[in-house]
Each structure stands twice: as C-alpha cells, then as structure tokens.
C-alpha cells in the first residue's frame, strides 16, 4: 500500500448507514476496517471487493475496551496508518422519562456516548501521533433539538456533539479534525417499521418532502472526509425537517 492509499475505519459498518459509508468510501479508493456486532453480508463483502480495495473486519461490541482497542490494533497491523475514523454505531431504546428506568438510559449512553468514546481515544493518540487524521461522529437532529420519548437517545448524541467540538479543539495544532453529521429521518429497517400513517405525518414536516437515504448521509461523510479546512462543526442532513 502506498501512502495516497487512505485507511478509513467504520463502526457498525454491517448495515444501514454504516454499510452505505462503507461502500461510499470503498468507490472512493480507501482501504477499508469496518466493525459490527454481526458478521458482515456475503454481498457487502463481494461489493467492497468489487471496488478493488483491501478491507478488514473487527466483530465486536464497542462497549468492550478490548474491542476499541483491537480495531485500532488491527487497522495498524493490516495497513500501518489510520486516516479516518467513521464513529457510526449505536443503538436506540425508546420510552418515555416517566417509564424509563436508568438502565434503559445507560445503555443508549453507553454505547452511543461511551462506545463512541472508547474507540475515538485509541484511534486519537494514534492520528496525534501521525499529526493528520480526520474523525467523524453520528450524531442526530434529536441529540440537537431532544424529541418525545427519546431522552437517551438525544442525551447521547447530544454528548456527541459536545465530544466532537472538544475533539476539534485538542487536535486541530497536530492536524487532526473532528466533525460531526446529524442525519434527521433515513430510509433504514428503524423507519421501516414505522406505520405508513406515521411516515407520512412524518414526511408532512420535512420541506423537502421524503426521508434521506444512507447514500446522502455516506456522500456528507466523504465530504467531511476529505475537506481538509473543516473541523468542529455539526452537518445537518435532515431535509430541512429543523428550520
């Protein structure tokens, strides 16, 4: 591999938005690590590889230190450098304040503020190290704006965004970026299962009329990706839903 061959790592890279990035930074010629809890798909892979590019995978849950730490480990042992880290696990679990109990709270924070913490700080020292490196975190317009039913969720992506900002701020003298994207309403299995009745009262709010796709929150990854004079800010992408 030479030095113009870029090193993207991917959490919760399997699906979603996650493999959209995945395949959105393979067409763009980087050497790819993704991470997942499940195995990746036989036509992911094929299609990863149907870009020419190297990949390897971590299976693991980013609540577990050893699991940061092996993704980082293993995308210096197979490529030797690390250009960017896509932060996109997590996970929600939607409840009302007065019905959720503080496990339900900790488990959206712990992996969605804490996992994203975890891996972040192994891969940080490391770009530090390298002086350049570029990090971009999943937030979403609830961790800006908070939503009915979803306290965890929004505190947890809200905590993302005031991680990425400080990020920016510690790495931006050796070179090091830290952004985050805000995705409102994507066409994944989450919104899927919504009723079409919802959907539509949903769709009814956003000026553009449609949810995004995984696709055009990838295309804002690479964008952040490679824009080399952007660093602390939050990409909304949500259609106009918020203004």
């Known amino acids: 591999m030479t030095n113009d ?6 959490t919760g890279g399997s699906r979603g938005i996650g493999r959209a990035i995945a395949l959105r930074f393979a067409q763009a010629g980087y050497q790819l690590v993704l991470n997942a809890r499940s195995a990746l798909s036989p036509d992911l892979m094929a299609a990863i590889e149907d870009y020419g590019v190297q990949y390897a995978f ?7 230190p050893e699991t940061a730490t092996q993704i980082v480990t293993t995308t210096f042992e197979r490529f030797g450098q690390l250009d960017v880290l896509v932060n996109n696990a997590g996970i929600t679990n939607d409840k009302l304040v007065m019905a959720m109990s503080v496990a339900d709270f900790e488990a959206v924070i712990d992996v969605n503020l804490v996992g994203t913490f975890r891996v972040t700080q192994v ?8 002086r350049s490196g570029c990090i971009i975190n999943l937030s ?21 965004i005031g991680l990425t900002q ?3 701020k510690e790495g931006a003298l050796r070179g090091v970026r830290c952004n985050a994207i805000a995705p409102g309403m994507i066409t994944t299995e989450m919104t899927a299962a919504l009723k079409p009745s919802m959907q539509e009262a949903i769709q009814a709010q956003i ?4 949810f995004g796709t995984p696709e055009e929150i990838a ?14 800010q939050v990409l909304t ?6 203004i």
């Not at 891969?123 to 390298?130: I, V, Y």
């Not at 000026?207 to 449609?210: C, T």
Request: charged share 15%; hydrophobic share 45%.
């Open 5 to 10: 061959q870029k090193v993207a790592v991917i």
């Open 58 to 64: 971590v299976q693991g849950d980013i609540t577990d």
């Open 123 to 130: 891969a940080f020292k490391k770009m530090l190290r390298q």
């Open 140 to 160: 979403s317009v609830i961790g800006q704006h908070g939503n009915v039913g979803q306290a965890n969720y929004a505190a947890s992506k809200a905590g993302v």
């Open 166 to 168: 400080s990020l920016a």
């Open 207 to 210: 000026p553009l009329q449609r």
């Open 219 to 232: 295309d804002a990854a690479l964008f952040l990706a490679e824009n080399t004079y952007v660093t602390g």
């Open 237 to 242: 992408v949500d259609g106009g839903m918020t």
